[in-house]
């Protein structure tokens, strides 16, 4: 089977993006896994599926594979990845498209500059809803980890996100600490983690460590979640500028009901043929 594909990033976090319109894709999780191999197939942190929509009033459809080949809900620098896509694929011509993913419908718009603005939706606190262990909701949770209670936010931004905030990103335990909470009981379908350094209240330092990835150059909704988390903690204003190791992208959030939006790049790497 000879698989077409996109190699793109987003500020450092890689992708192939298939389209799935033009050739119908059927693939399993090992091959998944083969795609993202960064020595044996083409290497990437996701595998991005664009399909066609399967509800009224949507332009389309797209689904995400980590690089362990589980699907997961949702991507903030994927969809911009996605948009960037299907306008260089000319599958359309609009600026602001609708699209269908697990966690939801979301709404990203081309800007005039070339920039990406993705509409995240509104984030999710209430445990069941991330999911995250707990008797209650509340604004920060201490967590167990091996015998060392550890501060943090929990949130869902259509995937399961723990904020902790960090007094220098460059020593955090981010392999260590994103690794055993990935795992940790309290998280069902395990969790997303970031590290957050505040510079000011317009701006932060981020490092993600990704479920079913490890750590990579930049995460989009990681960028929300931490964002999100430093807004309701009072450390942050509605606006805040992102330092990932991977580049800068803007987030802002309005407070509880609003919406998310992120700003930033994406980046189409190269085009080619796999054989599986």
């Not at 509340?138 to 060392?148: K, R």
């Not at 955090?172 to 069902?188: D, N």
């Not at 000011?200 to 150059?217: C, D, P, W, Y």
Request: net charge negative; aromatic share 8%; hydrophobic share 40%.
């Amino acid at each position: 089977m000879k698989l077409h594909f996109t190699k793109m990033h987003g500020l450092g976090n890689d992708f192939v993006v298939i389209d799935g319109i033009r050739q119908q894709i059927e693939l399993s999780p090992e091959q998944y896994q083969f795609l993202a191999d960064r020595h044996f197939g083409v290497g990437c942190d996701q595998i991005l599926l664009v399909e066609r929509p399967t509800q009224e009033g949507v332009d389309f459809r797209y689904r995400i594979f980590n690089a362990d080949g589980g699907e997961v809900q949702q991507c903030g620098n994927g969809a911009r990845c996605f948009v960037r896509f299907v306008h260089g694929k000319g599958l359309t011509d609009k600026h602001e498209i609708r699209v269908e993913t697990a966690s939801g419908i979301i709404v990203p718009r081309l800007e005039d500059d070339g920039q990406i603005t993705v509409d995240m939706g509104p984030p999710r606190f209430e445990p069941a809803d991330i999911p995250f262990v707990a008797d209650a909701r509340a604004l920060t949770y201490v967590l167990d980890l091996a015998g060392q209670p550890v501060e943090i936010s929990v949130l869902s931004m259509g995937n399961p996100h723990a904020v902790i905030e960090t007094c220098n990103i460059t020593t955090a335990k981010v392999a260590q600490w994103g690794s055993m909470m990935e795992h940790h009981p309290r998280f069902p379908q395990r969790v997303n983690v970031g590290f957050m350094e505040l510079v000011h209240r317009r701006a932060i330092k981020l490092r993600v460590f990704e479920r079913g990835s490890g750590e990579t150059l930049a995460c989009g909704t990681g960028a929300c979640a931490a964002v999100v988390a430093g807004i309701q903690r009072g450390l942050l204003d509605a606006s805040v500028e992102v330092q990932t190791r991977g580049g800068r992208l803007t987030i802002r959030w309005d407070g509880e009901g609003h919406s998310v939006f992120m700003t930033g790049p994406a980046a189409t790497v190269f085009e080619g043929t796999i054989n599986l």
